[in-house]
């Protein structure tokens, strides 16, 4: 029982490359999403997708874009990566409701 | 627009030492409180969902009690594999079928052998 997989799990891009994180649970989830963890500044959601098919802007989602691939596949990528984008990125999951999310172990990326 | 204060930022107690983390919140309504452990250099990992004030939920040390402006997580007796950063998340009603989260920044627990 994967859960959530996430690849790579370390990287290192210098600014202007671009880059795709890549995302895939095996629960049947609907809903999936892409946040990133920074020191003192907690999980922000960038994009989600709340079913197939749909994707949606979170609160921060300027130099990202996504895709919903399938029901199992949410991509995150970097066009034009710049330090700022410097972070852990974690994907998750949700059944809905009393569950929660489930995580992914996350990717940590740097940009020099 | 929502949001998640927790305090302290963080805790070192002496193991069986016991304590309480608070998770203070504004919402327009509210449709579920969650708390997550993360450990370092992994995700988070559920913990518990409470829904309505006065709602408590147990799990061995943890116990999550929920008021209509915080929630508390207590820990009693600690060990030290209760060590983690713990978060607070909550959901608002207007994401009722896209289950949208907002954290706050967290509580580093440490318990000291």
């Known amino acids: 029982n994967a859960g959530v997989t996430q690849t790579p799990k370390f990287q290192v891009l210098k600014t202007g490359q671009s880059m795709t994180l890549q995302c895939a649970q095996d629960?049947?989830?609907?809903?999936m999403y892409w946040y990133r963890q920074d020191p003192g500044m907690g999980l922000r959601l960038i994009y989600y997708s709340a079913s197939e098919g749909t994707t949606d802007k979170g609160e921060v989602p300027n130099g990202y874009n996504v895709s919903r691939l399938n029901k199992r596949e949410f991509s995150l990528r970097l066009e034009s990566a710049a330090p700022s984008q410097t972070s852990v990125y974690f994907c998750?999951?949700?059944?809905?409701?009393?569950?929660?999310?489930?995580f992914g172990s996350g990717t940590r990326l740097t940009v020099v | 627009e929502d949001q998640v204060t927790q305090s302290p930022e963080a805790l070192r107690l002496q193991e069986g030492e016991s304590s309480s983390l608070n998770c203070s919140y504004t919402?327009?309504?509210?449709?579920?409180l969650f708390w997550y452990r993360q450990d370092p250099g992994k995700g988070p990992e559920f913990l518990f969902t409470?829904?309505?004030a006065g709602e408590e939920k147990e799990k061995e040390r943890l116990k999550a009690t929920l008021t209509k402006k915080e929630s508390f997580l207590h820990i009693t007796a600690p060990k030290p594999e209760d060590s983690a950063t713990y978060l607070c998340?909550?959901?608002?009603?207007?994401?009722?079928?896209?289950?949208?989260?907002?954290f706050g920044t967290g509580t580093r627990l440490t318990i000291i052998p």
């Open positions: 998750a999951s949700s059944r809905g409701g009393v569950y929660g999310y489930t």
């Open positions: 629960m049947n989830h609907n809903s």
């Open positions: 998340a909550v959901q608002d009603i207007s994401n009722f079928g896209n289950e949208k989260l907002t």
């Open positions: 919402v327009s309504g509210l449709r579920g």
């Open positions: 409470l829904y309505s």
